[in-house]
């Protein structure tokens, strides 16, 4: 089946750091790609997505690109802020016929950023 | 645009008693939303797909006599939480499709069951 792995966290950084938090998916089709991102006691936020292989996904300053021949769609921010402090959610999503498309999510990686 | 509301955000309740959690799409339709349990420190695990207007489709292991779910509307879904014990208590999301494969997510639901 599919699934996600995530680099294990947490992660800690100074502000103006680099950030990359590795993803990479097993997945039997042509999944899109995902990045999702909690802030302490909210739910998800889509941070940005991918559809298609090379594809890049952007927002916020993180990036992430859609790597076919690495199964891999890490994350990166070229200069984190304190405000970044969150967990941070890998996920995929089966492209079907089907109605319904179902996310599989990654373990989620805690980032803290000191000022 | 695309908002997803959940209500209550925060609930504690004792045992036995049943809950509802109640996840509306705010500036849009869903034909499907989905409901996700989150424990401390962990990822999220699917329950239960719903529909509007068919039966909730639920994940293996959750039983769907204790966790009912409505999809009355295609803006409105509810997950009642029936005898709920404290090993229920939990961070419950919701979230809803929209065209193409993006979900949207509630903020959540702090369940304590006391």
Do not use: E
């Given at each position: 089946g599919d699934s996600v792995t995530q680099m294990e966290g947490p992660v800690t950084l100074s502000e103006e750091a680099f950030l990359t938090i590795n993803c990479t998916y097993t997945a039997t089709g042509y999944p899109s790609l995902?990045?999702?991102?909690?802030y302490p006691g909210e739910g998800l936020q889509l941070l940005l997505k991918a559809t298609k292989a090379d594809d890049k996904g952007s927002n916020k300053g993180f990036e992430a690109t859609y790597r076919k021949e690495t199964t891999s769609f890490h994350l990166e921010k070229g200069s984190v802020q304190v405000?970044?402090?969150a967990v941070y959610f890998c996920a995929l999503s089966e492209t079907d016929s089907g109605s319904a498309r179902q996310l599989t999510f990654g373990s989620g990686t805690q980032l803290t950023v000191l000022p | 645009g695309a908002v997803v509301s959940q209500h209550p955000s925060r609930v504690i309740c004792k045992s036995g008693t049943s809950v509802k959690i109640e996840c509306r799409s705010l500036d849009f339709q869903a034909t499907t939303m989905f409901w996700y349990r989150q424990f401390p420190?962990?990822?999220?695990?699917l329950m239960a797909t719903s529909n509007e207007g068919s039966k909730a489709t639920y994940e293996q292991g959750v039983e769907k006599d204790?966790?009912?779910i409505n999809h009355a509307s295609l803006t409105l879904s509810t997950l009642t939480v029936t005898s709920a014990h404290p090993e229920d208590s939990s961070f419950y999301i919701c979230s809803a499709r929209v065209?193409?494969?993006t979900q949207y997510f509630g903020p959540g639901t702090r369940l304590t069951v006391l």
């Open positions: 995902f990045w999702y991102v909690q405000s970044d402090s | 420190k962990q990822s999220l695990m204790k966790f009912l065209v193409g494969d």
